[in-house]
């Protein structure tokens, strides 16, 4: 069995350099700096045991195919274009027919029903050696489920020729816009992450905002003004029920993120006009406060190990990025470029902070490193806000608006090197996107 | 004065004819059953009226790009929205501050809180009891103004004064 290289990361840039396997060696898709050639690639439908599994069958295979081909990293040859066909799961490869239209890899797959259980079996091909990348693998579910088994088969097809992992098989909550601008309606949704299964957890009868998910991907904190003021609720997310969390009259509080422990969570509490950051624990609702001064400190996020918090403050005269240990204490300025700063998030990796920056009436998605350095912008727009990161700490959703009175929002994810923006498919407008992690 | 006066006013009454006051769908205030401009009760001929309040003192003050500090505009109006709180003291208010498109959704939020308490302040300030006004911020949330240029951007970045029910409610 030809196992995959590992992929060496030279620094974080992620960029993909097609499998060099005419020349002899495995497939794999090289993260290092270089010219992006994405790697053909192809999926016949899966094989379906049964006429009754043979539409999802079919469903299955074209969902693992947008999944890889919205990457960037790999390009599907379209069915019309496959010579061979694949009528047997286990019968053995016409490889020939695969490399003639240059196929690097092929992933071929079955699907058997029964009731209302679906179980996909599936492997991976490296054309070009005729070998077998990685073992096959079955995943087993509700018909309903279909759509995440394709996202879980897609995920290991991923991570097996990259050697990171995948992102697929996860979801984003998300504020869904309906309406003009000055009478906008703001519900809280929840989508898989290709835009497929919205599911709506408020009515618009109440402004909503910033939704985000628990490190299990179970709940979501988000800030609503349900009373009239904004205030921070918890909501399970299976059952769709949700609290309201402890907080003072005359106080607006918002801003909340978890903490790595699911446990704690960070918020800003506004009052009297100045806006600090404190911490709650999400059952007793003891409060810690962690910041204090003159100055709007708000935008928290922790560092994948909990140790740290990443900020944003107009303690200088306007909004800056700051990091400050998880318990409070001496804040240290890490963004110094022109323009200002907001909406830090740190990468599930731990290595950067994505950010929007605004500078010279433009808003940008940008990356910088934890200390400040090496400072990217991604994107650049009339309105770009509000990143959020993919569970493997490759790609960034966002959201854009565009300009004036028809003014819309959509969600969008680009590649931390810039590459691949694309537009998430919502029924409607929508904001302020939260990744789950992967789902398990 | 007098001037100053009576542009304020010229320029509020606008602002009100052109807005459909759906920012106040979000709020606790009370629905006053008024027939008037933007909905609040009475004529603005009594100057007893929420009306008069709205649209004869102006119940908005702007603010200039991520600022919340008063001009002497903001300082002229809100001295005699604290009059007249002060000769009708069956009203408590709902201070909402806003902020244009241009900037971050959550400092927004922050920087609408720190306008809407610049007019608290200078109402309590003026003799107003705290206990009757309450702040709330609605950042980005709620543009009575849609296009895209400072034109709108300079009206939206506003703290309205918003009459709600009496103290006993």
């Known amino acids: 069995m030809t196992r995959f290289l590992l992929c060496f990361l030279l620094g974080w840039a992620f960029v993909a350099h097609s499998a060099a396997a005419q020349d002899g060696g495995p497939l794999r898709i090289e993260i290092t700096e270089g010219v992006i050639e994405p790697m053909p690639f192809a999926v016949p439908d899966f094989v379906p045991d049964s006429p009754a599994a043979t539409e999802v069958a079919s469903q299955i295979a074209r969902v693992i195919a947008a999944d890889l081909a919205g990457t960037g990293l790999f390009r599907e040859i379209p069915a019309e274009a496959h010579i061979g066909r694949v009528s047997?799961?286990?019968?053995?490869?016409?490889?020939?027919?695969?490399?003639?239209?240059?196929?690097?890899?092929?992933?071929?797959?079955?699907?058997?029903?029964?009731?209302?259980?679906?179980?996909?079996?599936?492997?991976?091909?490296?054309?070009?050696?005729?070998?077998?990348?990685?073992?096959?693998?079955?995943?087993?579910?509700?018909?309903?489920?279909?759509?995440?088994?394709?996202?879980?088969?897609?995920?290991?097809?991923?991570?097996?020729?990259?050697?990171?992992?995948g992102y697929f098989d996860s979801r984003v909550a998300f504020v869904s816009e309906s309406g003009p601008k000055n009478d906008r309606k703001k519900r809280l949704a929840i989508m898989d992450y290709d835009?497929?299964?919205?599911?709506?957890?408020?009515?618009?009868?109440?402004?909503?905002?910033?939704?985000?998910?628990?490190?299990?991907?179970?709940?979501?904190l988000y800030t609503s003004f349900e009373t009239g003021f904004p205030r921070i609720y918890v909501l399970d997310v299976g059952k769709v029920q949700r609290r309201v969390l402890e907080s003072k009259e005359g106080t607006m509080s918002f801003a909340p993120r978890f903490a790595p422990d699911g446990q704690t969570v960070v918020f800003s509490l506004e009052q009297g006009g100045n806006t600090d950051i404190y911490i709650m624990d999400i059952t007793s609702g003891g409060t810690t406060r962690l910041t204090s001064?003159?100055?709007?400190?708000?935008?928290?996020?922790?560092?994948?190990?909990?140790?740290?918090?990443?900020?944003?403050?107009?303690?200088?005269?306007?909004?800056?990025?700051?990091?400050?240990?998880?318990?409070?204490?001496?804040?240290?300025?890490?963004?110094?470029g022109q323009g200002r700063y907001g909406t830090p998030v740190w990468s599930p990796r731990g290595d950067l902070v994505a950010f929007t920056k605004q500078n010279k009436g433009r808003f940008h998605i940008g990356v910088m490193r934890t200390d400040g350095r090496e400072e990217r912008l991604l994107t650049a727009s009339f309105?770009?806000?509000?990143?959020?990161?993919?569970?493997?700490?490759?790609?960034?959703?966002?959201?854009?608006?565009?300009?004036?009175?028809?003014?819309?929002?959509?969600?969008?994810?680009?590649?931390?090197t810039g590459r691949n923006l694309r537009p998430v498919r919502t029924p409607g407008g929508a904001s302020d996107p939260s990744w789950s992690p992967l789902q398990n | 004065m007098k001037s100053i006066r009576t542009l304020i006013l010229a320029c509020t009454v606008a602002a009100v004819a052109g807005c459909s006051n759906s920012y106040l769908d979000?709020?606790?205030?009370?629905?006053?059953?008024?027939?008037?401009?933007?909905?609040?009760?009475?004529?603005?001929?009594?100057?007893?009226?929420?009306a008069y309040f709205q649209e004869a003192?102006?119940?908005?003050?702007?603010?200039?790009?991520?600022?919340?500090?008063?001009?002497?505009?903001?300082?002229?109006l809100l001295t005699a929205q604290a009059d007249w709180l002060m000769s009708n003291t069956d009203y408590t208010a709902v201070i909402e501050g806003h902020a244009d498109e241009q900037g971050t959704r959550e400092y927004n939020l922050a920087l609408g809180a720190r306008r809407a308490n610049a007019v608290r302040e200078y109402l309590v300030s003026r003799g107003v009891s705290g206990a009757r006004l309450k702040t709330v911020s609605f950042g980005k949330e709620r543009p009575l103004e849609i296009c895209s240029a400072e034109s709108c951007y300079a009206k939206n970045r506003r703290a309205v004064t918003v009459l709600a029910g009496g103290l006993t409610g």
């Open chain 1, 88 to 165: 047997d799961f286990n019968a053995p490869i016409q490889f020939a027919d695969w490399k003639a239209i240059n196929a690097q890899a092929l992933v071929t797959g079955a699907v058997s029903s029964s009731g209302d259980r679906v179980t996909v079996r599936f492997r991976v091909w490296d054309v070009f050696s005729g070998a077998e990348l990685g073992n096959g693998l079955q995943f087993a579910g509700s018909r309903d489920g279909w759509r995440r088994m394709a996202h879980k088969v897609a995920d290991a097809v991923y991570s097996r020729i990259t050697g990171e992992g």
């Open chain 1, 195 to 220: 835009g497929a299964n919205v599911q709506y957890l408020t009515d618009s009868a109440s402004i909503v905002l910033a939704p985000r998910f628990s490190p299990s991907g179970d709940r979501v």
């Open chain 1, 293 to 336: 001064s003159p100055s709007i400190d708000t935008a928290p996020s922790y560092s994948p190990d909990g140790s740290r918090i990443v900020f944003e403050s107009d303690r200088s005269g306007t909004q800056q990025l700051y990091i400050m240990p998880a318990s409070g204490g001496d804040a240290k300025r890490i963004s110094f």
């Open chain 1, 383 to 416: 309105l770009d806000e509000g990143p959020t990161w993919a569970p493997n700490g490759r790609v960034i959703m966002f959201a854009r608006e565009t300009k004036g009175a028809r003014g819309e929002t959509t969600l969008y994810t680009v590649d931390i």
């Open chain 2, 26 to 50: 979000d709020t606790n205030s009370v629905d006053l059953g008024g027939s008037g401009v933007g909905g609040a009760a009475g004529s603005s001929a009594d100057p007893r009226s929420p």
């Open chain 2, 57 to 76: 003192i102006g119940d908005r003050v702007l603010f200039a790009v991520d600022q919340s500090t008063l001009d002497d505009a903001g300082r002229v």
